[in-house]
C-alpha cells in the first residue's frame, strides 16, 4: 500500500513539476505572443485576405504552397503554433490548406532541422524536411477531401461572421506585424539576440538558497529533457496568475466598454514579457542580471506595440483584439495546462529501456512506438534533439527515431485536445490518425534506406503507399456523399 502512494505521489509531482517549468520557460516568449497574433488576425485581418491565399476555393497549387511557406518562415513549436492555426482558421482559411499550416510550423522548424542536422546527421535533417513538407501537404489534401461538406459549411459561417468587416487599416497591418517582430525575436536563438551587451548585478540576498528551494521542490532529470524551476520562473508562473485574474476582470465584458482592469492587464502582458526577456544569474549576496540582445528587441517591440495600441488603433479595433485574443485564452489554455500535467505523469511511466526492444529494428510496429513516444514524451523545440541522441544511444533504429521526430511537435497530448476544440473531435482525430499513419511510414521508408534498400525501390513504395492512401480518401469521401444523399432523399 505504502509502494502505491509513493508511486502515485511521484507520478503527480512528476505532473506538477512538468506543468511548472513549462509555464516557466515556455509560455512567456512564444505562447503569449501567438495569443495576440491570432487576436489580431481574426479582429484586424478582412476574411479576403486570408482566403485569397489560404481558402478552400483558391487554387491548390496556392493554397497548399503558401500554407507550408508560412508555416516553414515561422518555425514555431506545437503549442505556439496552435493559437495561430485558430486565427487563420476562424478567419476562413480552408480546413486543407490550415492543416497543412498546422503540421508544418513545428514540424520544419529552422532551428531543430539545422540542430537535428549538427548533432544526428544531415541526412535525418534532410528526410525530416523534405517528408514533412510533403506529408504536411498531403494531409491536408486529404482533410479537405474528407470533410468537403463540412468545409463549405465552415467557409459560408466565417462569410456570415465577417461579411461587414472592412479592408485592412495600415496601422493595424503594422501592428500584427510587430506583434509577429515580438514572436520572432522572443524564440529565434541567433547570437545577436543571445548576445549580452550589459550587465547589472543587484544586492539581494537569498536569491541563491531561494534557487536551491526550487530545485529541491521540482527535482528534475536533464538526461531525460525535463527542466527545473528557475528563481525568474517562479517569479513568472506568479505574474501569470495575476494576468489571468486582471484580464478576466478586464476583459471578459469588454464589450460593455474599458475599464481599469483592462489597462491593467494589458500593462502585466508587456511588463512579463520584459521580465522573461532577462538573463537572471542568482548568486550568493546578489543577482546578477543581463541584458541580452532579445531583452532590447522585446523591449523596442512593445514600446512600439503600447504606442499604437494608444494612438494608432481604433476603439473598435482595440475592444475586437483584446477580446479575440481573451477568448483564443480561455479556449486553449485550460487544456494546454491538463495536457502539460498529463504529459508530465506518463513522461515518468515510461523506461527509456524499453526503446531497444520496442524500437530497435525498423518494423512497422517499431516506428509506431517512436510515434507514441512523440506523443507521451512530448518536449519543447529543440529538446527533442538531444533526446532524440539519448535513444539512438539507447539502440533505437533510426526509421523509427525519425518517425518520433516528425510526429512528436505533432501529437503531444495537449495539442490534440487542443485542436479538437477548435475543428471538432471527428476532424481532429482523423488529423491524429494520418499524422501517425504518416509519420509511420516515413519512419519505415527512411529505416528502409538506411539499412541499403535502393532508391528507386523507396520511392516505388513511396508512389504505392500514396495511391492507396488516395483512393481510399475517395472511396470514404463517396461513401460520405452518398449516405447523405440517401438521409436527405430519406427525409424527403
Same mark, same amino acid.
Given at each position: 500500500?505504502?509502494?502505491?502512494?509513493?508511486?502515485?505521489?511521484?507520478?503527480?509531482?512528476?505532473?506538477?513539476?512538468?506543468?511548472?517549468?513549462?509555464?516557466?520557460?515556455?509560455?512567456?516568449?512564444?505562447?503569449?505572443?501567438?495569443?495576440?497574433?491570432?487576436?489580431?488576425?481574426?479582429?484586424?485581418?478582412?476574411?479576403?485576405?486570408?482566403?485569397?491565399?489560404?481558402?478552400?476555393?483558391?487554387?491548390?497549387?496556392?493554397?497548399?504552397?503558401?500554407?507550408?511557406?508560412?508555416?516553414?518562415?515561422?518555425?514555431?513549436?506545437?503549442?505556439?503554433?496552435?493559437?495561430?492555426?485558430?486565427?487563420?482558421?476562424?478567419?476562413?482559411?480552408?480546413?486543407?490548406?490550415?492543416?497543412?499550416?498546422?503540421?508544418?510550423?513545428?514540424?520544419?522548424?529552422?532551428?531543430?532541422?539545422?540542430?537535428?542536422?549538427?548533432?544526428? #546527421?544531415?541526412? $535525418? &535533417?534532410? !528526410?525530416? /524536411?523534405? *517528408?514533412?513538407? +510533403?506529408? @504536411?501537404?498531403?494531409?491536408?489534401? %486529404?482533410?479537405?477531401?474528407?470533410?468537403?461538406?463540412?468545409?463549405?459549411?465552415?467557409?459560408?459561417?466565417?462569410?456570415?461572421?465577417?461579411?461587414?468587416?472592412?479592408?485592412?487599416?495600415?496601422?493595424?497591418?503594422?501592428?500584427?506585424?510587430?506583434?509577429?517582430?515580438?514572436?520572432?525575436?522572443?524564440?529565434?536563438?541567433?547570437?545577436?539576440?543571445?548576445?549580452?551587451?550589459?550587465?547589472?548585478?543587484?544586492?539581494?540576498?537569498?536569491?541563491?538558497?531561494?534557487?536551491?528551494?526550487?530545485?529541491?521542490?521540482?527535482?528534475?532529470?536533464?538526461?531525460?529533457?525535463?527542466?527545473?524551476?528557475?528563481?525568474?520562473?517562479?517569479?513568472?508562473?506568479?505574474?501569470?496568475?495575476?494576468?489571468?485574474?486582471?484580464?478576466?476582470?478586464?476583459?471578459?465584458?469588454?464589450?460593455?466598454?474599458?475599464?481599469?482592469?483592462?489597462?491593467?492587464?494589458?500593462?502585466?502582458? #508587456?511588463?512579463? $514579457? &520584459?521580465? !522573461?526577456? /532577462?538573463? *537572471?544569474?542568482? +548568486?550568493? @549576496?546578489?543577482?546578477?542580471?543581463? %541584458?541580452?540582445?532579445?531583452?532590447?528587441?522585446?523591449?523596442?517591440?512593445?514600446?512600439?506595440?503600447?504606442?499604437?495600441?494608444?494612438?494608432?488603433?481604433?476603439?473598435?479595433?482595440?475592444?475586437?483584439?483584446?477580446?479575440?485574443?481573451?477568448?483564443?485564452?480561455?479556449?486553449?489554455?485550460?487544456?494546454?495546462?491538463?495536457?502539460?500535467?498529463?504529459?508530465?505523469?506518463?513522461?515518468?511511466?515510461?523506461?527509456?529501456?524499453?526503446?531497444?526492444?520496442?524500437?530497435?529494428?525498423?518494423?512497422?510496429?517499431?516506428?509506431?512506438?517512436?510515434?507514441?513516444?512523440?506523443?507521451?514524451?512530448?518536449?519543447?523545440?529543440?529538446?527533442?534533439?538531444?533526446?532524440?541522441?539519448?535513444?539512438?544511444?539507447?539502440?533505437?533504429?533510426?526509421?523509427?527515431?525519425?518517425?518520433?521526430?516528425?510526429?512528436?511537435?505533432?501529437?503531444?497530448?495537449?495539442?490534440?485536445?487542443?485542436?479538437?476544440?477548435?475543428?471538432?473531435?471527428?476532424?481532429?482525430?482523423?488529423?491524429?490518425?494520418?499524422?501517425?499513419?504518416?509519420?509511420?511510414?516515413?519512419?519505415?521508408?527512411?529505416?528502409?534506406?538506411?539499412?541499403?534498400?535502393?532508391?528507386?525501390?523507396?520511392?516505388?513504395?513511396?508512389?504505392?503507399?500514396?495511391?492507396?492512401?488516395?483512393?481510399?480518401?475517395?472511396?470514404?469521401?463517396?461513401?460520405?456523399?452518398?449516405?447523405?444523399?440517401?438521409?436527405?432523399?430519406?427525409?424527403?
Amino acid at each position: 500500500m505504502n509502494n502505491l502512494l509513493n508511486t502515485i505521489t511521484t507520478l503527480l509531482f512528476g505532473g506538477l513539476g512538468n506543468l511548472a517549468a513549462y509555464l516557466a520557460a515556455h509560455v512567456l516568449l512564444c505562447l503569449l505572443p501567438a495569443f495576440y497574433i491570432a487576436g489580431a488576425m481574426t479582429a484586424l485581418i478582412p476574411k479576403e485576405t486570408i482566403t485569397r491565399y489560404l481558402g478552400r476555393s483558391t487554387p491548390k497549387w496556392i493554397s497548399y504552397p503558401a500554407s507550408a511557406a508560412a508555416g516553414f518562415l515561422l518555425a514555431v513549436c506545437s503549442c505556439t503554433v496552435i493559437p495561430l492555426f485558430a486565427g487563420i482558421y476562424k478567419k476562413g482559411a480552408g480546413l486543407g490548406p490550415a492543416i497543412t499550416f498546422l503540421f508544418v510550423a513545428p514540424a520544419v522548424n529552422i532551428l531543430a532541422l539545422t540542430y537535428t542536422g549538427t548533432v544526428i #546527421g544531415m541526412d $535525418l &535533417a534532410l !528526410a525530416r /524536411l523534405i *517528408l514533412s513538407l +510533403a506529408f @504536411g501537404i498531403g494531409i491536408g489534401i %486529404l482533410m479537405s477531401i474528407i470533410f468537403n461538406k463540412e468545409d463549405a459549411e465552415h467557409d459560408r459561417a466565417t462569410d456570415a461572421m465577417f461579411a461587414q468587416q472592412k479592408s485592412m487599416r495600415r496601422p493595424a497591418l503594422i501592428f500584427l506585424l510587430v506583434l509577429v517582430a515580438l514572436l520572432v525575436v522572443g524564440t529565434f536563438q541567433i547570437d545577436v539576440l543571445k548576445n549580452v551587451y550589459f550587465e547589472l548585478s543587484l544586492p539581494i540576498s537569498g536569491v541563491d538558497k531561494f534557487q536551491n528551494f526550487l530545485l529541491a521542490l521540482v527535482p528534475f532529470d536533464a538526461s531525460r529533457g525535463e527542466e527545473g524551476v528557475s528563481v525568474q520562473g517562479a517569479v513568472m508562473i506568479g505574474l501569470l496568475l495575476l494576468i489571468g485574474l486582471s484580464s478576466w476582470k478586464g476583459l471578459e465584458k469588454i464589450h460593455e466598454g474599458f475599464n481599469a482592469w483592462t489597462w491593467v492587464s494589458t500593462a502585466l502582458v #508587456g511588463v512579463t $514579457l &520584459a521580465f !522573461a526577456s /532577462l538573463s *537572471l544569474q542568482p +548568486a550568493a @549576496g546578489y543577482l546578477g542580471i543581463q %541584458l541580452t540582445g532579445k531583452f532590447f528587441g522585446v523591449l523596442i517591440s512593445l514600446v512600439i506595440l503600447g504606442w499604437m495600441l494608444k494612438n494608432k488603433l481604433t476603439e473598435d479595433e482595440t475592444r475586437d483584439f483584446l477580446w479575440e485574443t481573451w477568448r483564443f485564452i480561455k479556449q486553449i489554455f485550460p487544456l494546454l495546462i491538463v495536457g502539460v500535467f498529463a504529459v508530465g505523469i506518463i513522461r515518468g511511466l515510461i523506461k527509456p529501456e524499453w526503446i531497444e526492444s520496442l524500437a530497435g529494428r525498423n518494423t512497422f510496429l517499431g516506428n509506431f512506438i517512436g510515434v507514441l513516444f512523440g506523443v507521451f514524451m512530448y518536449f519543447p523545440t529543440l529538446v527533442e534533439v538531444p533526446i532524440a541522441q539519448m535513444f539512438l544511444g539507447l539502440g533505437m533504429h533510426r526509421g523509427p527515431l525519425l518517425a518520433y521526430l516528425i510526429s512528436d511537435p505533432e501529437l503531444s497530448l495537449q495539442s490534440i485536445l487542443i485542436t479538437a476544440t477548435i475543428i471538432g473531435k471527428l476532424k481532429a482525430w482523423v488529423y491524429v490518425g494520418w499524422v501517425a499513419l504518416f509519420s509511420t511510414v516515413a519512419g519505415l521508408l527512411y529505416g528502409a534506406w538506411i539499412n541499403g534498400t535502393p532508391l528507386a525501390s523507396i520511392l516505388l513504395y513511396l508512389v504505392a503507399f500514396l495511391v492507396v492512401v488516395a483512393v481510399v480518401s475517395l472511396v470514404v469521401n463517396w461513401f460520405k456523399a452518398s449516405r447523405e444523399s440517401m438521409s436527405e432523399k430519406a427525409g424527403l
